[in-house]
């Protein structure tokens, strides 16, 4: 028997609906999946591309930065998007979807370079805070600070020696001296020739000023200092035998000197970090990655950080302004000490009367003695800065168990400038030093020389003249229009930053 089935037409219209609706649902959720898969691209292509990182720049320094370059002369963002794209197509190729790229770009980059070197300042940062911590950076900041203040008095007090030119004006102010003190002499010879004519003086009395045989002569250390002043620095600072490197770079080659390549709509994404915890960290990065006197760099310049605050092109320049600012500080804090030792000041005054009464000027004691307190502390500043240029140390303030050189011995200092000078284990050592001036410079000196030193070193250890810090991305934005199952095309943004 042949069974026959039968539908109403009520059902075959909810059939056809329900139908419609699966089918709808399908097609919505086939959809959602497409473009899930197009994330899914632009993301891998995205992480893929910040995956192929300078890994010399990594090596060398602990920067990340993708070479915008693509290892030519100039940026090249068409290389880069082509790059991205390349990693993005195999992704569109999988399950049974049908995708096909329809046009992209770049919408936005970052360069190392961006925000005056923002971008690069809080790399640096973000390595030395995994490095070393922020507590490490609290403990090195409480160390660099307590230095720092009495640094900066005693630079700006040897500023203020220096400036007077008292040691420099010394021959004027002896002979403005015996000038006064011959007027004075003749002026008591003709009261004197008066007064045995007529028995009976003008009623004024002069200081008294004798023609008395001179005194015994004594050693007068002035002339001698004033004559070692006149030599180089370098030459006095400098242990016997040092060579000083002759490196010299062109400063309109490096990040300073030229214009830069900038970013594109991304610099709102970069917030500057002004804290005092960050600025040590990142000059403790400086003194990890880039060499000095006692440790000279690989390329670029040899004294890195000396660079960097001194902002000269050779080596030798740079050399010299760091003994300067040295010379200056330790100047500043002898001659304090000098002045607050009632004993010393006892020897400096009895040496200045001595000194004025053998030339027969006793108004000119004041002046040599002024000059006496600075030539000795001159002195004792040389001793001290060669010292530090020798590797060791020098306490910070002195005292009387730790003052080297003796008013007397200041005649023939040339020859005790390697005999006379000590180490102090509890002192301050040239690195020290380097701290506390990169500390007391400003926070955009400090980035822009860091940047320059780095480009220049990363140039000649990798063999690299193309390289500029401003071919490097370290952020970048991408759109892409897709379309999916020939039917809708779904634009799709995303970004990717290494920090």
């Given at each position: 028997?042949?069974?026959?089935?039968?539908?109403?037409?009520?059902?075959?219209?909810?059939?056809?609906?329900?139908?419609?609706?699966?089918?709808?649902?399908?097609?919505?959720?086939?959809?959602?999946?497409?473009?899930?898969?197009?994330?899914?691209?632009?993301?891998?292509?995205?992480?893929?591309?910040?995956?192929?990182?300078?890994?010399?720049?990594?090596?060398?320094?602990?920067?990340?930065?993708?070479?915008?370059?693509?290892?030519?002369?100039?940026?090249?963002?068409?290389?880069?998007?082509?790059?991205?794209?390349?990693?993005?197509?195999?992704?569109?190729?999988?399950?049974?979807?049908?995708?096909?790229?329809?046009?992209?770009?770049?919408?936005?980059?970052?360069?190392?370079?961006?925000?005056?070197?923002?971008?690069?300042?809080?790399?640096?940062?973000?390595?030395?805070?995994?490095?070393?911590?922020?507590?490490?950076?609290?403990?090195?900041?409480?160390?660099?600070?307590?230095?720092?203040?009495?640094?900066?008095?005693?630079?700006?007090?040897?500023?203020?020696?220096?400036?007077?030119?008292?040691?420099?004006?010394?021959?004027?102010?002896?002979?403005?001296?015996?000038?006064?003190?011959?007027?004075?002499?003749?002026?008591?010879?003709?009261?004197?020739?008066?007064?045995?004519?007529?028995?009976?003086?003008?009623?004024?009395?002069?200081?008294?000023?004798?023609?008395?045989?001179?005194?015994?002569?004594?050693?007068?250390?002035?002339?001698?200092?004033?004559?070692?002043?006149?030599?180089?620095?370098?030459?006095?600072?400098?242990?016997?035998?040092?060579?000083?490197?002759?490196?010299?770079?062109?400063?309109?080659?490096?990040?300073?000197?030229?214009?830069?390549?900038?970013g594109l709509a991304m610099e709102d994404t970069v917030k500057t970090d002004g804290t005092l915890i960050s600025q040590v960290l990142y000059?403790?990065?400086?003194?990890?990655?880039?060499?000095?006197?006692?440790?000279?760099?690989?390329?670029?310049?040899?004294?890195?950080?000396?660079?960097?605050?001194?902002?000269?092109?050779?080596?030798?320049?740079?050399?010299?302004?760091?003994?300067?600012?040295?010379?200056?500080?330790?100047?500043?804090?002898?001659?304090?000490?000098?002045?607050?030792?009632?004993?010393?000041?006892?020897?400096?005054?009895?040496?200045?009367?001595?000194?004025?009464?053998?030339?027969?000027?006793?108004?000119?004691?004041?002046?040599?003695e002024g000059a006496l307190i600075l030539c000795w502390a001159f002195a004792e500043s040389i001793l001290d800065v060669r010292e530090l240029?020798?590797?060791?140390?020098?306490?910070?303030?002195?005292?009387?168990?730790?003052?080297?050189?003796?008013?007397?011995?200041?005649?023939?200092?040339?020859?005790?400038?390697?005999?006379?000078?000590?180490?102090?284990?509890?002192?301050?050592?040239?690195?020290?030093?380097?701290?506390?001036?990169?500390?007391?410079?400003?926070?955009?000196?400090?980035?822009?020389?860091?940047?320059?030193?780095?480009?220049?070193?990363?140039?000649?250890?990798?063999?690299?003249?193309?390289?500029?810090?401003?071919?490097?991305?370290?952020?970048?934005?991408?759109?892409?229009?897709?379309?999916?199952?020939?039917?809708?095309?779904?634009?799709?943004?995303?970004?990717?930053?290494?920090?």
């Amino acid at each position: 028997m042949v069974k026959r089935g039968s539908i109403t037409v009520f059902l075959a219209l909810i059939l056809g609906l329900i139908l419609s609706l699966l089918s709808s649902g399908l097609e919505s959720a086939r959809m959602a999946a497409a473009r899930t898969q197009i994330l899914n691209g632009m993301d891998i292509g995205l992480y893929s591309l910040f995956g192929q990182y300078n890994k010399s720049l990594l090596k060398d320094f602990d920067l990340f930065a993708v070479d915008g370059s693509c290892g030519g002369k100039e940026l090249d963002l068409a290389s880069v998007y082509d790059n991205l794209e390349s990693y993005m197509k195999p992704v569109m190729k999988q399950n049974s979807q049908k995708l096909s790229v329809q046009q992209g770009g770049i919408s936005g980059y970052l360069l190392m370079t961006d925000s005056d070197g923002e971008v690069f300042y809080q790399q640096s940062v973000q390595y030395m805070k995994e490095t070393l911590g922020n507590h490490g950076a609290k403990l090195l900041l409480n160390k660099i600070r307590d230095m720092q203040k009495k640094t900066i008095a005693a630079e700006k007090r040897g500023d203020e020696i220096e400036s007077k030119g008292t040691i420099e004006n010394y021959e004027s102010e002896m002979d403005s001296a015996q000038q006064k003190s011959q007027a004075l002499l003749e002026e008591k010879k003709k009261q004197e020739e008066q007064q045995d004519q007529s028995g009976f003086t003008d009623g004024k009395m002069l200081p008294s000023v004798t023609e008395e045989t001179p005194p015994v002569k004594v050693e007068n250390p002035i002339p001698a200092i004033r004559k070692i002043r006149w030599m180089g620095i370098l030459d006095l600072v400098l242990p016997a035998g040092t060579e000083i490197s002759n490196k010299k770079v062109k400063k309109k080659e490096l990040v300073s000197g030229r214009k830069l390549e900038t970013g594109l709509a991304m610099e709102d994404t970069v917030k500057t970090d002004g804290t005092l915890i960050s600025q040590v960290l990142y000059q403790q990065y400086l003194v990890e990655k880039l060499g000095n006197y006692m440790e000279p760099g690989k390329g670029g310049l040899s004294y890195q950080i000396e660079y960097i605050i001194g902002r000269n092109n050779s080596d030798e320049a740079n050399l010299k302004s760091i003994a300067k600012k040295l010379l200056l500080v330790r100047e500043g804090l002898n001659a304090a000490y000098i002045m607050s030792d009632s004993l010393m000041m006892a020897q400096v005054q009895a040496l200045a009367a001595a000194i004025a009464a053998s030339f027969l000027i006793p108004p000119a004691a004041v002046v040599i003695e002024g000059a006496l307190i600075l030539c000795w502390a001159f002195a004792e500043s040389i001793l001290d800065v060669r010292e530090l240029f020798a590797g060791g140390k020098v306490p910070l303030t002195k005292n009387a168990s730790n003052w080297q050189l003796s008013l007397q011995g200041m005649p023939a200092l040339v020859d005790k400038l390697d005999t006379d000078r000590q180490n102090d284990e509890k002192g301050l050592s040239y690195e020290d030093y380097l701290q506390i001036f990169l500390l007391t410079s400003s926070k955009a000196q400090k980035i822009e020389g860091g940047m320059d030193m780095i480009e220049s070193s990363f140039r000649e250890i990798e063999n690299w003249e193309e390289f500029q810090l401003d071919h490097c991305i370290t952020a970048l934005e991408a759109s892409v229009d897709v379309k999916a199952n020939g039917k809708k095309t779904y634009t799709v943004a995303r970004e990717y930053h290494y920090i």
